[in-house]
């Protein structure tokens, strides 16, 4: 099948095998984590100011990371990052099956955990088109995508399972496994690509300012960037802080719906990457990437609204399908338009844009979801969100870019 026409590449076989894997039980860890918060805290704030702070340190050092990832070598990059996550991941695990985990482990663990992600994130990005072909980009980033959502399926349920039967501290345990087993993968590709150095330079801020000017020399770009940093403060805070909250008080269901959600959304991603793997090249990207942004924000507002069960769970599958959509839609512009030695650093401005304003939105979502519940935040998120990207499909960059 062309979908796995990519996987003929050793290398490329050996990083998506490792990150499968460790997606696997990064989806055990956030189920988990939540739960955890949920059990021993009762507060959608201090859910939110955990991902405030898994997050601020992943924009603090972005840019730094982006120069970095095109500096050094990109394999030995995320080798070192994933050993450090399952490092930090495994001490969580310990504390809890010793019973001394506590709020402010969880919350520093976030904040070393968002500091490596700061580095592996635009390592990933650049280093798929340094190992497969431009016609083979579809193909990695839909596979790349695909085991994201299909761990995204199993690993929810296989996480409410663990932790309904053998505790929270058995979930943290195996996402830690999860990462040495990935580490183990990228050690090939670590010695294969060892000497690849890019951009060199002794200014570090010299060279992340050439990343920013790439992307203001391209409306495309920027547009984007910023329509999305403002939109994700809305669609991510609200799904990030209050979906465990209205599955408890407004579903009236437990870990076992929270799950069932996110892998029904994970499933209309596998839709959308077994549709985009098949393509050489997408066409009227503009069009397609805001159209599945506006379907996002109308799944988001329906969440809200009192419709049955069979509604919320179209919501999360559209959620899932139009997020895929714009995510594989949008690396693979980047990988094709963006020069190679630039792509770490353009790669770095874009996530630090789209993503500095949502620790905002996160703590926003969690006061919000406290003060007046959780369907009103979805409802206002989703429509907000709506009307930004309406009026970015207005611009005739946005519309023209193909």
């Known amino acids: 099948m062309t979908l796995f026409r990519s996987l003929a590449n050793r290398s490329f076989a050996f990083l998506w095998t490792g990150q499968t894997i460790s997606r696997l039980g990064d989806s055990l860890y956030r189920i988990a984590l939540a739960w955890w918060v949920l ?33 050094l070598p990109r394999g030995r990059v995320m080798l070192v990052s994933d050993i450090l996550r399952g490092g930090i991941v495994a001490i969580v695990a310990a504390f809890a099956f010793l019973q001394l985990l506590e709020v402010w482990h969880v919350l520093i663990a976030s904040m070393i955990f968002g500091f490596v992600d700061a580095f592996f994130g635009p390592a990933y990005t650049a280093i798929v088109p340094e190992i497969v072909s431009s016609e083979n980009l579809p193909s990695a980033n839909s596979l790349t995508s695909l085991s994201r959502r299909v761990t995204g399926i199993v690993g929810p349920a296989l996480g409410a399972t663990i932790v309904a039967l053998g505790g929270t501290p058995t979930a943290f345990a195996l996402d830690a496994l999860s990462f040495f087993i990935s580490a183990a993968c990228l050690v090939p590709i670590a010695r294969l690509w060892g000497e690849r150095i890019a951009a060199a330079s002794a200014n570090v801020f010299s060279v992340m300012r050439q990343g920013f000017i790439a992307v203001f020399a391209s409306p495309w770009l920027w547009i984007t960037i910023v329509v999305f940093g403002f939109a994700n403060v809305l669609l991510e805070g609200s799904m990030g802080a209050a ?9 009236h269901a437990d870990v076992g719906m929270l799950g069932l959600l996110e892998s029904i959304a994970s499933f209309g991603s596998i839709i959308a990457a077994l549709w985009f793997g098949r393509r050489v090249r997408i066409r009227q990207r503009g069009l397609k990437t805001y159209g599945a942004a506006i379907v996002l924000s109308l799944a988001v507002l329906g969440l809200g609204l009192p419709i049955p069960l069979v509604g919320v769970m179209l919501a999360a599958f559209s959620f899932g399908l139009s997020e895929s959509v714009i995510g594989l839609i949008w ?39 406290d003060w007046i519940g959780a369907p009103p935040v979805f409802v206002f998120s989703g ?19 193909d």
């Open 243 to 251: 979906l465990p909250f209205l599955v408890k008080n407004h579903l």
């Open 383 to 401: 429509g907000a969100s709506l009307c930004l990207f309406v009026l970015a499909l207005l611009h005739p960059v946005i519309r023209g870019l």
């Open 39 to 71: 059990e021993n805290t009762g507060s959608a704030a201090v859910m939110g100011t955990a991902l405030i702070l898994s997050f601020l340190p992943m924009l603090l050092f972005l840019l730094i990371g982006g120069v970095m990832v095109d500096r």
């Open 331 to 369: 690396t693979n512009t980047l990988q094709e338009l963006v020069p190679r030695d630039l792509l770490g650093r353009v790669a770095s401005v874009d996530e630090f844009g789209s993503f500095v304003l949502i620790p905002i939105g996160y703590g926003v979502a969690g006061w919000a979801t």
